[in-house]
């Protein structure tokens, strides 16, 4: 008195899912982010950072990484393995986090830094000894 019931499923596949199945039973490794270093991490306002970084894949796929820079700007750089460094300029004074997403095609990786902007310091033009204004 047992009934069977069968179930036929049909599954389409494109040829990049077939390629992405394929890299993933082969053991396609995620992106490695080696290192991620602001000059500076800190100064006034407005601060100028160069960003370097080192990024490999172990399968050799060609990388793409963005940069998210938290004041509301992006950057997405091709072949970062070889091109390893940018600049940013941060406006206004605050802390920033700086994310670098690293991706070979497959998977993606992310490694984050801190960057903090002071309020730049302003010079009074009032001379301290005399209390007066040398424009007069």
Not at 85 to 94: D, K, Q, S, V
Request: charged share 20%; hydrophobic share 40%.
């Amino acid at each position: 008195m047992f009934k069977y019931l069968v179930v036929t499923l049909l599954v389409s596949l494109s040829l990049s899912s077939c390629a992405f199945i394929q890299d993933q039973l082969d053991g396609n490794q995620a992106p490695v982010v080696g290192t991620l270093v602001p000059e500076p991490a800190e100064g006034e306002a407005p601060l100028l950072v160069g960003f370097s970084w080192e990024v490999a894949d172990i399968e050799g796929d060609a990388l793409t990484c963005t940069l998210v820079y938290e004041d509301g700007e992006e950057q997405r750089i091709d072949n970062c393995g070889e091109l390893t460094h940018t600049f940013h300029t941060f406006r206004e004074p605050g802390g920033y986090t700086v994310k670098l997403h690293v991706d070979d095609g497959l998977n993606s990786v992310a490694s984050s830094v801190a960057v903090r902007v002071l309020e730049a310091e302003i010079e009074s033009p009032i001379d301290a000894k005399s209390q007066k204004c040398p424009l007069h």
